[in-house]
């Protein structure tokens, strides 16, 4: 399959775990279908940089969007009183944070000493970014203030998906050339979360009904049928859609049900 015709796979897995998130009554296979989502959008975003003519724009580019949607969430989240789910959700800042750490890798395989010394700030830069995330949270009295924050500030920890999805989408990136590398790093990655989920609720029903994200496996079979190809691009489909139909699902969810 193109890139493009994966994206379209992912976003419409993507429409059904949102379905699930903010509408009442729900059947939960939609999140099971949902868990596919993220990692093909990985994988996708990782070839989209790798060929990508310009990386600074591209990340300016994903930055600028996950500060909208940081904006959309915090707004919505508090113009509605206890809302059914709250909107947490911006995958633009961890895929954008996935590019800058593997821009950081790639620079330090090329100059060891300018990578290790642009590493070290970025580390820094990310302890007092979650310092000022933490310290928005208890003195700005709004719902979602420290995602706000941790979007402005391209957070680490306060992103959906936290460091272990930037993490993952950093795996799937060095390995998506090699298709035995791709299953083994991806596999061992889904069953660490197995393992996780099962130590935390060791029942078998727990990993069906309650602790479920080891399901984002399914998405390998979609990674390995890449053929190298973009297709139509569309480019603009998933920033556009993503913030769109979170939104609209989010007010129906609370102003009907």
Known sequence: M???SLKVIALI?????????FIPGTPLWLHWLGRLSAPVFMFCMAWGFYYTHDRKRYLLRMYFFGVGMGMIDLISNNS???????????IFVTLLLVAVIVWLIEIR?????????FIALFAGYQILTTMLCVLAGQFVPLTGMMSFVGAITGNLIFNEGSFIFVFLGVLIYFNRTDKKRLILA??????????LEWAVYPRFSALLYNNY????????????SYNGEKGQ???YLFYIFYPVHIVILFFIGNLFF
Request: include cysteine.
């Open 2 to 4: 193109t890139s493009t």
């Open 13 to 21: 897995l993507m429409l059904l775990d949102h379905i699930g998130q």
């Open 80 to 90: 509605i009183a206890d809302p059914y789910a709250m909107m947490s959700n911006n």
């Open 109 to 117: 395989k090329t100059d060891k000493s300018k990578g290790n010394k």
């Open 186 to 195: 991806y596999g061992l990655f889904c069953l660490g979360f197995l393992a």
């Open 213 to 224: 994200q080891w399901m984002m496996i399914g998405a390998l079979p979609l990674m390995l």
């Open 233 to 235: 691009g569309l480019k």
